[in-house]
C-alpha cells in the first residue's frame, strides 16, 4: 500500500505540476482582486473542502491575513433544507446561486468527477462567471466541465483522497508564496 501511494505521487509528479501552478495563480489572483474561494465535494471530498477553506481562511505554513474560502459542506441546516424540499442534487449549486459572484472561484472535489451536485454546481459557477477548478480522479465529467482541471492519476478511491490532500496544502502554500512571499523564500 505504501509503494503504491509513492508509485502515484511520483505519476502526479510527471503529470499534474503545470494544472496545479496555473491553479495557484488563478486564486491567487482571485485573491488579490478581492474575490472568493466555494470549495465544496461529497464525504471525504467535503472533509477536504472544509481542510482546504480553512488553510486559506486561518493560515497554512506563514502568518498573513485571511483569505477568503468557504466550503459549503458544513452547515447541515441548509443542507438538509435544500436537500429535503428540492434535491441532494442541489445543495451546492443552490449555495453557488447565491454566494458566488463574477470572478470567483468554484472548487470542487470528487474522487470520480461525476457527482451530480458537484457537476451542477459547476454549470451553476460558469453561468454567473465564475472560475471553475475540479480536483479528481482520472476525470470523470467534470474534468471537460470546468476551466482547470487537477486530475489525480488513479482509481483507488483512497488513494486518491490521499493525494487530494497532499495537491490541497500544495495550492495553499503556492498561493501564500504568490500573495504573500518572494518564491524560493520560506
Do not use: W
Request: positive net charge; charged residues 25%.
Amino acid at each position: 500500500m505504501l509503494k503504491e501511494g509513492v508509485d502515484l505521487r511520483l505519476r502526479m509528479i510527471e503529470t499534474m505540476p503545470g494544472d496545479i501552478l496555473e491553479a495557484a495563480k488563478t486564486i491567487a489572483e482571485a485573491f488579490k482582486a478581492g474575490r472568493k474561494v466555494l470549495l465544496f465535494g461529497n464525504g471525504g471530498s467535503a472533509a477536504d473542502a472544509q481542510h482546504i477553506a480553512a488553510e486559506f481562511m486561518n493560515r497554512f505554513l506563514i502568518e498573513r491575513p485571511p483569505l477568503p474560502a468557504i466550503a459549503l459542506t458544513t452547515d447541515t441546516s441548509i443542507l438538509t433544507s435544500i436537500s429535503n424540499d428540492y434535491s441532494f442534487d442541489d445543495v451546492f449549486s443552490k449555495q453557488i446561486k447565491a454566494l458566488g459572484k463574477k470572478g470567483d472561484i468554484a472548487l470542487g472535489i470528487s474522487t470520480s468527477g461525476n457527482s451530480q451536485n458537484v457537476l451542477k454546481a459547476f454549470r451553476v459557477a460558469k453561468k454567473q462567471g465564475m472560475v471553475t477548478i475540479a480536483l479528481v480522479g482520472d476525470g470523470g465529467k467534470a474534468a471537460s466541465l470546468v476551466d482547470i482541471a487537477l486530475c489525480v492519476p488513479s482509481k483507488s478511491t483512497p488513494k486518491i483522497q490521499e493525494a487530494h490532500v497532499a495537491v490541497g496544502h500544495i495550492l495553499c502554500d503556492l498561493t501564500d508564496t504568490l500573495l504573500f512571499r518572494e518564491v524560493g523564500k520560506r
